[in-house]
C-alpha cells in the first residue's frame, strides 16, 4: 500500500484526555478514535492490528480442536433470568426493550447462550467433550470506562465454552486452553504472568488469569520470586508482616476513652501515639440481605472476594450508614466488635493470638482499649484479608512481591452453575441423565494490543512486535521527488510483497523527519530507507525496536527484513 493514499490520522501532540501510554499512543498514531466513553472507532490501523491478533487467536484455538460459532450479541431477558445473572450483573449490563416492551440486553458473555444452544441439542455422553468458541463483541457498562482500549464498553472477547461429561474431562479441556492461551499470548509478543484468581460472577471454582505487568493495569497481584507462587490480590493468601509494636501483656479488661472527631484508624493511631496494627478496623457489611461485622487488623484491607467466599454470599455490599447507626448505636469511625450480640461477627486471622488492642466502642467519639479477639467478643476467623506490602508467601516465607497488571485472559471451571440452574443433562454410560460440567475462557482482543503497547514503547512511539504490528515494513524514500530513490523505493516495496511481507511504500511527499517520526510512531517493525547511499548500491534497514540500523545492498534489503522478520515472530 501506498502511504499518501491511506488515511493514517498521526497527532504531533499528546491527547490531553489520554492518562496511559497505550491510551496517547493509539490516538498520536491514528489508530483510534473516541466516539463516547469508553467507545471507540477502530481505524485503518487499528484495524489491522487487532484482525492479525484475532487471526492468532483463531489458528490456537482450532488447533485444540475448538469449533468457531458467532453467537447474537442481542439477547432476550429470559436467559439471563433463567441463571440469575439478570439481577446480579445490576448496571454492568446494558438493558434495553424491544417494540413489544420485552426485556433486552446487550450480551456482557455468553455462557446462558451457549448453554441454551447446548441443552437443545446435547443428548449424549456420546457428543461430548465439545469446545466452542466465538470472536464476538461485548457490552459492558463499565463504571470507570477509561485508560483507552484497556477498559471499554463495548469490547471484542474470544469466548468459549467447553462441555464434558466429568471432572476429568474438564481438566484436560482446562489443560487444552491454558496452553493455547500460552501459545497466544507468546505468538503476540507479550511477557506475561499466569495467576490464581477467583472466580467471580461466573461462579466455579478453579480460575487462571493471563496478566500482563504494567502501570496501567487496574489489578494487583501477588507473586513469589521464590517459589513461583503467584495470585491476584484478591484471593492471594499470605503471612501478614509481624506488628509494628508488641501487644499490652496480661488479661486485661476492655476500657473505654474518649477520641473526640478521631475516626479513621490513621486518626486513632495519630492520637493514641499506638500504630495501625494495634488496632481493629470494624467494617459492618451486607451479605445476601444479613448483616455481618468484619473486622481486620487496622492496616488490613478487606478482600470483598474472601469476604463473599467466607459467607458464601453472591451479593455483598458495606452497610449504609443509616443501618450502622440502626445495628451498632453508633457512626462509622466508632464501631466495635465488643457487645455487638445481633449480628454474625467474623474476624481476619490475622487478629488470632492478638491482644489488648484498640477498637470502637460502638458510642460516637469513644474507642476500646484491650480488646481480645475471641475473648472480649465471640468470632469466626476465616482469610478475609487482602495481601499487603511486607507480607510473606505462605509457602515458603519468602517477601510477597505486588505488581500491577493487565488481565488479558482468564479461564474458570464453571462447573455444574449453568448446566444445573439452565438443564443442560445429557445421558451417561449407564442412561442415566447427567449434568454436563463446563468451563469458560475469554481473551481481550483490544487488551493485547493495549497491552503490548504498552510493554513496547520508546519516547518516539510504539515498537509492536511483527506478528501484530499494522504493516511488517516500510519503505521510505528519503526524497520522493527524486526519480532514482522513487524507483528504487518502489522496487523494493514490490519485492516485499513478493516475499509475502506486510509493506507499505512511504510515497509521501513530506520531509524524512517527518516520515521517519510517523513510521517510528506507528509501531512498523522494520524500515528500509532509500536515501544518498542508493550511488553505493546501499539502502539503510532500521529494526523500530532498539532503532538498530544496517546498510544492506539494495537487491538484498526485502530478503533481509524477511528473514529477521521470521526470526522475531518466533520470539
Ligand atoms: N471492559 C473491558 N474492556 C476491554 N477488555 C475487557 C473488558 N472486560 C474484560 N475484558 C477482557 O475480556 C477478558 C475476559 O473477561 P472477564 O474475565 O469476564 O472480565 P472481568 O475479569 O473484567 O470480569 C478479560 O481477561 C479481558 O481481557
Ligand atoms: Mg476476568
Ligand atoms: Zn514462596
Same mark, same amino acid.
Given at each position: 500500500?501506498?502511504?499518501?493514499?491511506?488515511?493514517?490520522?498521526? #497527532?504531533?501532540?499528546?491527547?490531553?484526555?489520554?492518562?496511559?501510554?497505550?491510551?496517547?499512543?493509539?490516538? *498520536?498514531?491514528?489508530?483510534?478514535?473516541? !466516539?463516547?466513553?469508553?467507545?471507540?472507532?477502530?481505524?485503518?490501523? =487499528?484495524?489491522?492490528? !487487532?484482525?492479525?491478533?484475532?487471526?492468532? &487467536?483463531?489458528?490456537?484455538?482450532? @488447533?485444540?480442536?475448538?469449533?468457531?460459532?458467532?453467537?447474537?450479541?442481542?439477547?432476550?431477558?429470559?436467559?439471563?433470568?433463567?441463571?440469575?445473572?439478570?439481577? +446480579?450483573?445490576?448496571?454492568?449490563?446494558?438493558?434495553?426493550?424491544?417494540?413489544?416492551?420485552?426485556?433486552?440486553?446487550?450480551?456482557?458473555?455468553?455462557?446462558?447462550?451457549?448453554?441454551?444452544?447446548?441443552?437443545?441439542?446435547?443428548?449424549?455422553?456420546?457428543?461430548?467433550?465439545?469446545?466452542?468458541?466465538?470472536?464476538?463483541?461485548?457490552?459492558?457498562?463499565?463504571?470507570?470506562?477509561? %485508560?483507552?482500549? #484497556?477498559? /471499554?464498553?463495548?469490547?471484542?472477547?474470544?469466548?468459549?465454552?467447553?462441555?464434558? !461429561?466429568?471432572?476429568?474431562? +474438564?481438566?484436560?479441556?482446562?489443560?487444552?486452553?491454558?496452553?493455547?492461551?500460552?501459545?497466544?499470548?507468546?505468538?503476540?509478543?507479550?511477557?506475561?504472568?499466569?495467576?490464581?484468581?477467583?472466580?467471580?460472577?461466573?461462579?466455579?471454582?478453579?480460575?487462571?488469569?493471563?496478566?500482563?505487568?504494567?502501570?496501567?493495569?487496574?489489578?494487583?497481584?501477588?507473586?513469589?520470586?521464590?517459589?513461583?507462587? %503467584?495470585?491476584?490480590?484478591?484471593?492471594? /493468601?499470605?503471612?501478614?508482616?509481624?506488628?509494628?509494636?508488641?501487644?499490652?501483656?496480661?488479661?486485661?479488661?476492655?476500657?473505654?476513652?474518649?477520641?473526640?472527631?478521631?475516626?479513621?484508624?490513621?486518626?486513632?493511631?495519630?492520637?493514641?501515639?499506638?500504630?495501625?496494627?494495634?488496632?481493629?478496623?470494624?467494617?459492618?457489611?451486607?451479605?445476601?440481605?444479613?448483616? &455481618? +461485622?468484619? /473486622?481486620?487488623?487496622?492496616?488490613?484491607?478487606?478482600?470483598?472476594?474472601?469476604?463473599?467466599?467466607?459467607?458464601?454470599?453472591?451479593?455483598?455490599?458495606?452497610?449504609?450508614?443509616?443501618?450502622?447507626?440502626?445495628?451498632?448505636?453508633?457512626?462509622?469511625? %466508632?464501631?466495635?466488635?465488643?457487645?455487638?450480640?445481633?449480628?454474625?461477627? /467474623?474476624?481476619?486471622?490475622?487478629?488470632?493470638?492478638?491482644?489488648?488492642?484498640?477498637?470502637?466502642?460502638?458510642?460516637?467519639?469513644?474507642?476500646?482499649?484491650?480488646?481480645?479477639?475471641?475473648?472480649?467478643?465471640?468470632?469466626?476467623?476465616?482469610?478475609?484479608?487482602? $495481601? $499487603?506490602?511486607?507480607?510473606?508467601?505462605?509457602?515458603?516465607?519468602?517477601?510477597?512481591?505486588?505488581?500491577?497488571?493487565?488481565?488479558?485472559?482468564?479461564?474458570?471451571?464453571?462447573?455444574?452453575?449453568?448446566?444445573?440452574?439452565?438443564?443442560?443433562?445429557?445421558?451417561?454410560?449407564?442412561?442415566?441423565?447427567?449434568?454436563?460440567?463446563?468451563?469458560?475462557?475469554?481473551?481481550?482482543?483490544?487488551?493485547?494490543?493495549?497491552?503490548?503497547?504498552?510493554?513496547?514503547?520508546?519516547?518516539?512511539?510504539?515498537?509492536?512486535?511483527?506478528?501484530?504490528?499494522?504493516?511488517?515494513?516500510?519503505?521510505?524514500?528519503?526524497?520522493? $521527488?527524486?526519480?532514482?530513490? *522513487?524507483? =528504487?523505493?518502489?522496487?523494493?516495496?514490490?519485492?516485499? +510483497?513478493?516475499?509475502? #511481507?506486510?509493506?507499505?511504500?512511504?510515497? *509521501?511527499?513530506?520531509?524524512?523527519?517527518?516520515?521517519?517520526?510517523? @513510521?517510528?510512531?506507528?509501531?512498523?517493525?522494520?524500515?528500509?530507507?532509500?536515501?544518498?547511499?542508493?550511488?553505493?548500491?546501499?539502502?539503510? !534497514?532500521?529494526? *523500530?525496536?532498539?532503532?538498530?540500523?544496517?546498510?544492506?545492498?539494495?537487491?538484498?534489503?526485502?530478503?533481509?527484513?524477511?528473514?529477521?522478520?521470521?526470526?522475531? %515472530?518466533?520470539?
Amino acid at each position: 500500500m501506498h502511504w499518501s493514499n491511506l488515511f493514517i490520522p498521526t #497527532l504531533r501532540e499528546n491527547p490531553a484526555e489520554a492518562e496511559v501510554v497505550s491510551h496517547q499512543l493509539l490516538l *498520536r498514531a491514528g489508530y483510534i478514535r473516541q !466516539l463516547s466513553a469508553g467507545i471507540y472507532s477502530y481505524l485503518f490501523l =487499528a484495524q489491522r492490528s !487487532l484482525l492479525k491478533i484475532t487471526q492468532i &487467536v483463531r489458528e490456537e484455538m482450532d @488447533a485444540i480442536g475448538a469449533q468457531e460459532m458467532l453467537l447474537p450479541a442481542l439477547h432476550p431477558a429470559e436467559l439471563w433470568q433463567e441463571s440469575g445473572r439478570w439481577n +446480579l450483573m445490576g448496571d454492568n449490563m446494558f438493558r434495553l426493550k424491544d417494540r413489544f416492551g420485552r426485556d433486552m440486553c446487550l450480551g456482557m458473555t455468553h455462557e446462558e447462550v451457549m448453554t441454551s444452544i447446548a441443552r437443545g441439542e446435547l443428548r449424549s455422553y456420546k457428543q461430548l467433550p465439545q469446545i466452542w468458541y466465538q470472536i464476538q463483541n461485548k457490552f459492558r457498562d463499565e463504571p470507570r470506562p477509561k %485508560s483507552g482500549l #484497556l477498559r /471499554v464498553r463495548q469490547f471484542i472477547m474470544k469466548d468459549s465454552y467447553s462441555f464434558d !461429561l466429568d471432572a476429568a474431562g +474438564l481438566d484436560a479441556s482446562y489443560q487444552k486452553h491454558h496452553n493455547a492461551y500460552r501459545r497466544i499470548f507468546d505468538r503476540c509478543g507479550l511477557d506475561y504472568l499466569v495467576v490464581e484468581a477467583h472466580s467471580g460472577a461466573m461462579g466455579g471454582s478453579q480460575s487462571h488469569e493471563f496478566m500482563v505487568a504494567s502501570d496501567a493495569g487496574e489489578d494487583f497481584v501477588a507473586l513469589c520470586r521464590k517459589c513461583g507462587y %503467584s495470585a491476584n490480590l484478591e484471593k492471594a /493468601v499470605s503471612r501478614p508482616s509481624a506488628p509494628q509494636t508488641a501487644d499490652p501483656a496480661g488479661d486485661l479488661a476492655p476500657e473505654e476513652f474518649h477520641t473526640p472527631g478521631r475516626k479513621t484508624i490513621a486518626d486513632v493511631a495519630a492520637f493514641t501515639e499506638l500504630p495501625e496494627t494495634s488496632q481493629i478496623k470494624s467494617l459492618v457489611m451486607v451479605a445476601d440481605g444479613a448483616p &455481618v +461485622l468484619a /473486622v481486620l487488623r487496622g492496616d488490613h484491607q478487606l478482600s470483598e472476594t474472601k469476604f463473599a467466599g467466607a459467607m458464601g454470599a453472591s451479593d455483598i455490599r458495606p452497610a449504609h450508614p443509616e443501618e450502622m447507626r440502626r445495628w451498632l448505636g453508633a457512626d462509622a469511625g %466508632s464501631l466495635g466488635p465488643v457487645g455487638v450480640k445481633k449480628l454474625r461477627i /467474623v474476624a481476619d486471622c490475622a487478629l488470632q493470638g492478638r491482644h489488648n488492642m484498640i477498637a470502637g466502642a460502638n458510642r460516637d467519639d469513644y474507642h476500646l482499649r484491650n480488646v481480645t479477639s475471641g475473648e472480649d467478643f465471640a468470632a469466626e476467623f476465616h482469610d478475609l484479608r487482602q $495481601a $499487603a506490602a511486607g507480607d510473606a508467601c505462605m509457602t515458603c516465607g519468602e517477601l510477597l512481591e505486588l505488581r500491577k497488571t493487565i488481565e488479558i485472559g482468564h479461564i474458570f471451571k464453571l462447573g455444574y452453575k449453568y448446566s444445573e440452574s439452565m438443564g443442560l443433562r445429557v445421558l451417561n454410560t449407564d442412561g442415566a441423565e447427567v449434568p454436563v460440567i463446563m468451563g469458560s475462557y475469554g481473551i481481550g482482543i483490544e487488551r493485547i494490543l493495549s497491552a503490548a503497547v504498552e510493554q513496547r514503547h520508546d519516547a518516539d512511539g510504539m515498537a509492536l512486535p511483527v506478528s501484530i504490528a499494522p504493516f511488517v515494513v516500510v519503505v521510505t524514500p528519503v526524497n520522493s $521527488a527524486e526519480p532514482t530513490q *522513487r524507483r =528504487a523505493a518502489e522496487e523494493i516495496y514490490q519485492t516485499c +510483497l513478493e516475499l509475502g #511481507l506486510d509493506a507499505l511504500l512511504d510515497d *509521501r511527499d513530506e520531509r524524512p523527519g517527518v516520515k521517519f517520526k510517523d @513510521a517510528d510512531l506507528v509501531g512498523i517493525p522494520f524500515r528500509i530507507t532509500v536515501g544518498k547511499k542508493l550511488a553505493q548500491g546501499m539502502v539503510e !534497514l532500521v529494526e *523500530r525496536r532498539g532503532k538498530k540500523s544496517t546498510d544492506v545492498p539494495v537487491a538484498e534489503a526485502a530478503a533481509a527484513v524477511k528473514s529477521r522478520a521470521s526470526d522475531h %515472530s518466533t520470539t
